[in-house]
């Protein structure tokens, strides 16, 4: 199981000189799930940091009667480089805003008088922190298969590793075992485990896509051939049944077998006997069967496109593997895993990934499970152009639509201006983004955003966004 108690921390440092801000501060946390820590001054706040060990820290920008919280900033980070660090400020100072985002602040919030105002960027940096602190751990581990696998395929979830504990106690046996989970979950992987930690390890093991085959090459490929069985059988021919006499034979994508076929293997399954085709004699095998399928088995056998006998047959044990999406603190772990395999594919060597990127990746839903992101870390290690993997460097289907907003230091503007720069472009982009995601449909753009259609026609408008629908009309008084 891998460690990552030391990341589960709740404690928030928030640095004020004035302490009915920072009264008022704590009062609006009051009711969250963030335990707050305060300080008067930079010097508490830096003893803070080194005994309390917070994962997020909130200070005021300029403190009149202190030192600035830019030389906190920097302190802090040398005690913690990973400490995440959110400033804030009611001053008009741009360019020293620019600064602390440099030096390595988190965010930047004018000071705040609602909850709304401050939970949201504290919640995201609790966010960040952690997956940063997660990297960080992953990063210094020399072999990140040590706890938390299963012949190769790796994880630390609560999920996989009940998946695991069942293969190992599975595996010494004789069991007939169907393995059911989504396409790119690892279904292969694990049968390939549970032959090679079984009795019958030394032995062939045979996997055959049974549903990727007619039945009359199937048959044939399964049971075998005697010579002149049919045109062009010239030899007598083994099936793979018998490839994997004394060993273990995976029937893959069973759900896709005609039923006529689910018959004959329902024979061969029941008294572990097989006949080549053209031949009246059967030949005894002793085989260990594991199955797989991506669809529901009960659903198949519902809508008789599974035989229920052969079902249950098959079912002896059944191991669910859970999508990727269902587990994503596995995906720091594969990413590495990934990683160190793929490290010397490109002509750079790799050496790790930034945390925004681990963000994204983790974020994301993986349709294709772990093979999906196996290839992802494939192609990021063979196109890579420095030893980091940043989120620009992340496979274009992978990067989020929405960019980030940053401000233009080349012009010298106060903070109001620049803040209201800043929120035309987000209403621009936000807008604009769900726009697309809802095909120009306004009124699921309006729910979505949690806003009246006059309001998001007024900031499509204002916002020169393009608007490829219908136009609605409203009545002057109409309220809605």
């Known amino acids: ?16 000189d004035d302490k009915t801000v920072l009264d008022s501060i704590v009062s609006l946390l009051k009711n ?3 335990k707050c820590l305060t300080a008067l001054s930079t010097a508490a706040g830096i003893n803070i940091i080194k005994t309390e060990q917070p994962l997020v820290v909130l200070t005021d920008l300029k403190m009149e009667s202190d030192t600035s919280g830019i030389e906190l900033l920097e302190e802090a980070k040398k005690i913690d480089p990973d400490l995440v660090v959110i400033v804030y400020t009611a001053y008009g100072n741009v360019p020293q805003v620019v600064d602390a985002i440099k030096k390595g602040a988190f965010d930047f919030i004018q000071k705040v008088q609602t909850h709304h105002d401050i ?4 919640d995201r940096a609790f966010k960040f922190a952690k997956i940063q602190r997660e990297n960080t751990y992953l990063r210094s581990r020399v072999d990140l298969t040590d706890d ?13 590793r009940n998946v695991f504990e069942t293969c190992k106690r599975v595996a010494m046996t004789n069991a007939t075992v169907l393995i059911t989970g989504e396409t790119g979950t690892g279904k292969e992987v694990i ?51 018998e490839a994997a006499d004394k060993g273990t034979i995976f029937l893959d994508e069973i759900g896709e077998v005609s039923i ?3 018959h004959k293997l329902l024979r061969v399954i029941q008294e572990r006997k097989v006949r080549r085709l053209g031949s009246v004699k059967e030949r005894e095998i002793d085989v260990r069967i594991v199955s797989a399928t991506n669809q529901n088995p009960e659903e198949l056998v519902k809508n008789n496109k599974l035989r229920e006998d052969l079902y249950y047959r098959l079912n002896v044990i059944h191991i669910h593997i859970p999508p990727l999406r269902e587990r994503k603190e596995d995906v720091p772990i594969l990413l590495y895993h990934f990683m160190k395999k793929y490290h010397n594919i490109g002509v750079i060597e790799v050496e790790k990934i930034s945390s925004e990127a681990l963000m ?25 152009t420095r030893p980091e993997i940043r989120p620009e460097d992340l496979p274009e289907k992978i990067r989020p639509t929405t960019k980030r907003v940053y401000v233009d230091t080349t012009e010298e503007l106060d903070f109001k201006t620049s803040k209201a720069r800043i929120t035309e472009a987000f209403e621009k982009q936000y807008i604009e983004n769900l726009l697309e995601k809802y095909n120009n449909n306004i009124t699921k753009v309006a729910e979505a955003a949690g806003l009246n259609r006059k309001t998001i026609y007024r900031l499509i408008d204002s916002r020169d966004i393009k608007f490829r629908g219908v136009r609605e009309e409203f009545d002057e008084d109409e309220d809605e």
């Open 1 to 16: 199981m891998n460690d990552f108690s030391h990341i589960d921390s709740n404690k928030i440092l928030i640095i004020d």
């Open 32 to 34: 969250s799930k963030y």
């Open 119 to 122: 939970i949201v960027p504290i």
């Open 148 to 160: 938390g696998s299963f012949f190769g395929a790796v994880g630390s979830s609560q999920a996989i």
């Open 191 to 241: 049968a390939r485990g549970l032959h090679y930690h079984s009795p019958r390890r030394n032995e062939s093991f045979v996997p055959v896509a049974v549903g990727s085959l007619p039945d009359n090459l199937l048959e044939g490929e399964l049971f075998g051939n005697v010579r002149g069985a049919f045109t062009g059988a010239t030899t007598d021919k083994p099936g793979l049944f």
């Open 260 to 262: 006529e076929m689910q």
């Open 360 to 384: 994204i990746l983790k974020e994301y839903d993986w349709p294709g499970n772990v093979r999906q992101l196996q290839g992802a870390v494939e192609q990021m290690m063979a196109l890579a």
